[in-house]
T-cell receptor
Framework: KNQVEQSPQSLIILEGKNCTLQ??????????LRWYKQDTGRGPVSLTI?????NTKSNGRYTATLDADTKQSSLHITASQLSDSASYIC?????????????FGRGTQLTVWP | EADIYQTPRYLVIGTGKKITLECSQT?????MYWYQQDPGMELHLIHY???????EKGDLSSESTVSRIRTEHFPLTLESARPSHTSQYLC?????????????????FGAGTRLSVL
């Protein structure tokens, strides 16, 4: 069964600290993995997208890594800011259909405290 | 910044009412999607469209219906709303980047409509 599991479910950190969010998936055949940021009451916004040949991808203070062998990904946030408070969603796409079916994790709720 | 718009942002209605959630995109994308998301839960695909006059049901069964008469417009309709329909509804459209033998299907999301049925 194609699944995407994220950990931790929620995380609280102090402003300026770093953190790492985890994503494990069982989606096959794998096409790509993306991280989205979703602010409360808003739609998800794409942060990074990686295919199996890409091990790391950065977007400002966000750095995503991908290990396609172990089917794990992480999102590292450096020098956190209050505006980083949001849900971070891991999404995996398969190659099994022209739709490019997406499988969503439940997200990690990050709260940054001043 | 993606050009995909949803209206209304918030809607509170009574049971039995007919409602239409609007979704428009100005990017010329052929593929469009509707997702349902409950608080703290993952997004579930309820409808998608490959293009004009194409609509398909998604993974999660839904009593809603959709239409795609124009490329830029993908409205969702509930003929008779019930409290069980209370949720957030997210619309998305996508483009495909082709390269190195692999396609990247990038989905852009609207801000969502938060529906409450009393």
């Amino acid at each position: 069964k194609n699944q995407v599991e994220q950990s931790p479910q929620s995380l609280i950190i102090l402003e300026g600290k770093n953190c790492t969010l985890q994503c494990n998936y069982t989606v096959s055949p794998f096409s790509n993995l993306r991280w989205y940021k979703q602010d409360t009451g808003r739609g998800p916004v794409s942060l990074t997208i990686m295919t199996f040949s890409e091990n790391t991808k950065s977007n400002g203070r966000y750095t995503a890594t991908l290990d396609a062998d172990t089917k794990q990904s992480s999102l590292h946030i450096t020098a956190s800011q209050l505006s980083d408070s949001a849900s971070y969603i891991c999404v995996v796409s398969d190659r099994g259909s022209t739709l490019g079916r997406l499988y969503f994790g439940r997200g990690t709720q990050l709260t940054v405290w001043p | 910044e993606a050009d995909i718009y949803q209206t209304p942002r918030y809607l509170v209605i009574g049971t039995g009412k007919k409602i239409t959630l609007e979704c428009s995109q100005t990017m010329g994308h052929d593929k469009m999607y509707w997702y349902q998301q409950d608080p703290g839960m993952e997004l579930h695909l309820i409808h998608y469209s490959y293009g004009v006059n194409s609509t398909e049901k998604g993974d999660l069964s839904s009593e809603s219906t959709v239409s795609r008469i124009r490329t830029e417009h993908f409205p969702l309709t509930l003929e008779s709303a019930r409290p069980s329909h209370t949720s957030q509804y997210l619309c998305a459209s996508s483009e495909v980047f082709k390269g190195a033998g692999l396609d990247k299907n990038i989905q852009y999301f609207g801000a969502g409509t938060r529906l409450s049925v009393l």
